[in-house]
Structure formats: structure tokens, C-alpha cells
């Protein structure tokens, strides 16, 4: 199955997206842990994209497309994968489609998480992530067992630079301006499953396992 997870920043795609990948074995591809580790690695892309990440904005089309375009080529994804966080612009959907075209696949679905802003804010406002492994916590309603450790691989948890509140503000607006027109463009295309991303975290999986199934 080749998904695509969309929806805001902060709408769950990168805690679906885990339990998916958990659950099915198709590797689970995030652009936003992808760039991270590029930045904490001190690479040239990351020297590059640190400070368009930190204010929130998103990084140019052909540098994503390349890091895409690359890791689809992968032996990992032939049975399957779950895109997470890509695309994110019209350019970056058509692009993608013309990837997976010249190795003769498609997309299943693209699943939509529909959350409203305020509940996004509350969400990415609590949200820590693990510095080394990516796993994501909540100091709320999914806190590790100890403070500041991650449960899985014992790293420092921590708090992303564009989880500050006018980072959140942009991220909203690019979201709104860049990606919400991807809604359309995929549900002109028959591809667009809608969940509910309101629910609890287990509620949401169900709801998309639903749309999974629906597909097969
Ligand atoms: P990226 O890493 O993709 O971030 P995002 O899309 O803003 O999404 P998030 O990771 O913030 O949220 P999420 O939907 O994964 O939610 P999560 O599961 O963590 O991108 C970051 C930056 O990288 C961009 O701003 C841009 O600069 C760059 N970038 C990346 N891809 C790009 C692209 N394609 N093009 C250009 N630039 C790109 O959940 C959030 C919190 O809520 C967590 O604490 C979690 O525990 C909690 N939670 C989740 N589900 C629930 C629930 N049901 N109930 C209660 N709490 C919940």
C-alpha cells in the first residue's frame, strides 16, 4: 500500500504514521525527521534548512523532491510505504506522481487527518520529541515514565524549535496557503480518504485501519 498521510502540522501523521508502519511493516517516511537529522548531523542541506525550519517555513520544492525521490528508491519501499509530511505543495504532488510513474507505481490513498487549529496548538505546544530516536511524546496525554527520558532508546526529550507559538503561527499559515489546496487535488484525483483526527490517539488508528481496509 503507498499512502500519503496530509494534514496540519500537529494533527497526528507523524503518531499514525508510527503505528501504521508498526503495524504493517511498510517503512514510514518522514521529510520532517529526514531534514532533522540533517540539521543535527551539521550537514550542508542542514546548515541550509535550519533556519527556514525554525521560523516555521516550508524548505524549497527541489530539495525535498531529491530527498524523496532518493529514499522511494529504496529496497525497503517496493512492498509499500507511508509518506509523512510530503507532499506539501501542488509542485511536490505532481512531482511525486511523476516519481512513482517512471517506476511504475501509484498511490493507494492519501489519508487526511482533519483536526481544527486550537486543538493543533494544545497538541504542539506539549509535544516532546526524542533527540535520537524521533519517538513523540505529550507532557499531557502521552508523557514518557520518566521526565525528559525517552521510554524506547533512553534519549534526551526535547522540545522543537518550531514549537514555539509564532513558529506554530507560520506553520499554520503555510499550511493553509501551500498545502490545504492538496485536499482538492487529490480528491479530483479519487484518492482522498478523510478521518476524523479529533479522538483519541487509538480512535484515530481505528478510523484509518477502517479506510485501509476499505481499499483492499
Ligand atoms: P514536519 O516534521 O513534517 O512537521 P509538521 O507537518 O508540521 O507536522 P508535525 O510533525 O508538527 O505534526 P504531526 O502531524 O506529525 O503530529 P504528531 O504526531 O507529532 O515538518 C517540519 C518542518 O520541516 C516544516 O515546517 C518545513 O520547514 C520542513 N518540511 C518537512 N517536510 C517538508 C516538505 N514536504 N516540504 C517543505 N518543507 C518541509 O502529534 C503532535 C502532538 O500531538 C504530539 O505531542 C502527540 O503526542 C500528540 N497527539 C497526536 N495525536 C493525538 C491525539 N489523537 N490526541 C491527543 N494528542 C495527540
Known sequence: MNLVLLGPPGSGKGTQGELLAQRHGWPKLSTGDILREAVAAGTELGKKVEPIMAAGDLVPDEIVLGIVRERLAGEDCREGFI??????????????????RESGRALSAVIEIRVSEEEVVRRLSGRRTCSQCNAIYHVEW????????????????????????????????????????????????????????????EEVAAAIEQQIAALR
Open 83 to 100: 509518506l509523512d509530511g510530503f507532499p506539501r505543495t501542488i509542485p511536490q504532488a505532481e512531482g511525486l506522481e511523476e516519481i512513482l
Open 142 to 201: 502521552k508523557p514518557p515514565r520518566e521526565e525528559g527520558v525517552c521510554d524506547i532508546c533512553g534519549g534526551k526529550l526535547v522540545q522543537r524549535p518550531d514549537d514555539r507559538p509564532e513558529a506554530i503561527r507560520e506553520r499554520l499559515r503555510e499550511y493553509r496557503e501551500q498545502t490545504a489546496p492538496l485536499v482538492a487535488f487529490y480528491e479530483k484525483r479519487g484518492l482522498l480518504r478523510p478521518v476524523d483526527g479529533a479522538g483519541k490517539v
